[in-house]
Antibody
Framework: EVQLVQSGAEVKKPGESLKISCKGSGYSFTSYWIGWVRQMPGKGLEWMGIIYPGDSDTRYSPSFQGQVTISADKSISTAYLQWSSLKASDTAMYYC????????????WGQGTLVTVSS | VIWMTQSPSLLSASTGDRVIISCRMS??????LAWYQQKPGKAPELLIY???TLQSGVPSRFSGSGSGTDFTLTISCLQSEDFATYYC?????????FGQGTKLEIK
């Protein structure tokens, strides 16, 4: 069974750093893209960016370029989303999802990681 | 950036109804469109890709159509489990983008 399992909920203070993870199993991790999607409280889905773990090719949405870093460690089939200095406006649910090489839809999705940034 | 207009944002309907959700693009995207369903507290799930191809396991009451700039998701004969929020997504060009969402509620 193809599965993406994300790390647990985080509560952080503004200015702190954070790295959340997404571990893939049940498929060849290096043969698919992994994407990240933000969902702020009560709001819609926002496409943040994707990474191809096979060669670390990464694409960002202009809205998130420079605000977050997407990375992957193919040796442990895990993708990451990280912040160097969190803001209160980063409070959201973050989902990872798998994307095929020759298509752009996401399937399946991880269960989500809730990030809360509050002083 | 390709802008998407999804409508309506809120749709009230009854079990057994047929509903249509629209997604309009700011430029043509051929058939590079997907639809997702999201239930409260859950991750989104893929319903349709390539504008009209049903994902495995998705009931046949869901259907998608359109190409270019105008797309629709149709749910025929609504079931109780279909009340959720629906999103379209274009994957024609980076950055891939989602529509604003349509919340389907019980009338």
């Amino acid at each position: 069974e193809v599965q993406l399992v994300q790390s647990g909920a985080e509560v952080k203070k503004p200015g702190e750093s954070l790295k959340i993870s997404c571990k893939g199993s049940g498929y060849s991790f290096t043969s698919y893209w992994i994407g990240w999607v933000r969902q702020m409280p009560g709001k819609g889905l926002e496409w943040m960016g994707i990474i191809y773990p096979g060669d670390s090719d990464t694409r960002y949405s202009p809205s998130f370029q420079g605000q977050v870093t997407i990375s992957a460690d193919k040796s442990i089939s895990t993708a990451y989303l990280q912040w160097s200095s969190l803001k209160a406006s980063d409070t959201a649910m973050y989902y990872c999802a798998r994307q095929g090489v020759r298509n752009g839809w996401f399937d399946p999705w991880g269960q989500g990681t809730l990030v809360t940034v509050s002083s | 950036v390709i802008w998407m207009t999804q409508s309506p944002s809120l749709l009230s309907a009854s079990t057994g109804d047929r509903v249509i959700i629209s997604c309009r693009m700011s430029q043509g995207i051929s058939s590079y469109l997907a639809w997702y369903q999201q239930k409260p507290g859950k991750a989104p799930e893929l319903l349709i890709y390539a504008a009209s191809t049903l994902q495995s396991g998705v009931p046949s009451r869901f259907s998608g159509s359109g190409s270019g700039t105008d797309f629709t998701l149709t749910i025929s004969c609504l079931q109780s489990e279909d009340f959720a929020t629906y999103y379209c997504q274009q994957y024609y060009s980076f950055p891939y983008t989602f529509g604003q969402g349509t919340k389907l509620e019980i009338k």
